[in-house]
């Protein structure tokens, strides 16, 4: 027989996944580290400094994008948990009913529809409600994003939905406790890391969007994402690197945050 | 008279009609922001250009002649538009290659993964999750940096005496390639990993005491199980790859378009709205297209095996 033979083994598999994985990082830890280059190109290394960070942060073209990003992520994200959250309880823990599987399609389909399809609808309407109604706020671009975050809000608190027992709130209901009262102190308890993890996906999607808030926005409503295409399109600076890496480091922590979140046990 | 039978009814009635309206604000939003909008574009795609953008409230089958054809501006009669057919083929391959290079690289990863002990599982799992979450944008940009000419990679190479002068990836078709399979090798990784994570390695075990091969066992138990994740891969993949905006934006250059640059072209300088719309919706078949043939072949096969 054999020494260490294992039924789990493939060959070359373990190699082409720690290269697959070495490559994923390469790329991005080399943005990172010529973000701290001195060097007023991209091309040579400089020296280490933080200058170029100090560029990005004095710029009032990126200040305003970022915290214009920021304004619609978090309304959007919001939104679209909060109805997210409510499609889920309308669609999990029933007896199948007319129009469940209705529900579930129309709210997962903009996941079936490449963005620049849905950006360039979205462009279209917004031209014609402004030329209507006069409004030209970033109210648009809300109601994008809020659109397309819904499908990643709903799966995970369906997922959740689905493995929760309902014998907890048959018992709050056995002890006279109204719906709503059952709601608040025993589904919503048991709920919210699926929301919570529901309202970070969301809000890092509406964040990292770039297709359609390009086509949707109107003058002077760049986001960070759509300023930095704009930037990139015209010639890669240093200043890029920086924006980048902070934006990366904003990731990363929200990516903590939701493993944390989507661990914890109830 | 009411008997008990017919109270179940009612109160299932009044159930489904609170879960619909508990529903409404979800399927509302995304009926005003996301399918609505799409029927909009199917009748601007029969309308008449209008002379600064937007669109003449004029019936116009031109648009759709548009896609495939040019009409010459002395005698009016059509040729196919070469061009047109170029970035459609270069679209629809792109995708495509992009879809089977990610799962090759990443089925293999997906079961590295899923082999790990229980807990370094969930530490690959978020190794694979933070590129996932960090923007698309991003990681073109360090893709792009790796790749053009004072790049990383060609520095290495020269230094390495493999080459003496820097090899033009950037602006190519095999940049958009390079780019595309980067980003979107998580959304083919993740799905088959939660298909093989549940993989019930007993199966495999017996097959070797079949005295099955690794290649056999591979081919005709661990893929069959790992068909749904495959799919739904594939699916997560050749979706934004067949739409890509940002790649061919970015490591394209202005010569090597896809599907969107063309349409983005429409709605800008070229102010060519119906055939902007008319192309989209071309996008939009493409993807149903693939979607049925998938659904088709599943149903299919799940019959034979009942």
Redesign the interface.
Known sequence: MRKGFSVRHQPGFTAIAIACFALLYLPVVTLVVYAFNSAPSVAAWGGFSLHWFEVALTNSDVIDASVRSFQIATVAATLATVFATMAALATTRTRRYRGQTFIYAFINQPLMVPEIVTAVALLIIVAQLKAVTGYSGLGYLIAAHTAFCIPFAYLPIRARLENMDLSLERAAADLYAKPLYTFRRVTLPLLWPGILGAFMLAFVLSLDDVVITEFVKSGGQDTLPTYMLGQIRRGITPEMNAISTAFLLLSVVIVTLFFVVSRKRT | MTSANDLTTKL?AV??RR?????S???L??????????F??LA?SFLTPGDYG?VKWQFSPDAWIGVFFERDIFDDTLSLATAHVDIFWRSVKLALITTVATLF??F??A???A?RNERSR?L?Q??????F???????T??????IRN?G?LNTALIKLGMIQEPIQILFTDTAILIGMV?VY??LM?LPIYASLERLD?RL??AG?DLYAT?WRV?RKI?LPLAKPGIIAGSILVF??A??A??SP??LGGGKNMM??NL??LQ?GQGRN?PL??AL??T??II?MAA?LVYARNNSAKDERHA
């Open positions: 299932e159930d489904a879960r619909w309206l508990l529903a604000p979800a399927l939003t995304i009926f005003l922001a996301a399918i609505g909008p799409l909009i574009v601007y937007d690289f990443g293999p990863t079961y590295f993964m082999t969930d690959w978020f190794l694979i999750t933070i590129p979450w960090t923007n698309l944008l991003i990681r940009l360090a893709i792009l940096q790796i004072e990383i980067y090798l998580p990784v390695f495999v075990e070797y690794r591979l661990i979706i934004p067949i739409g905006f940002v934006s970015v599907f969107s349409i983005e709605f709205w902007g719309s989209s919706i996008v939009m993807v979607l």
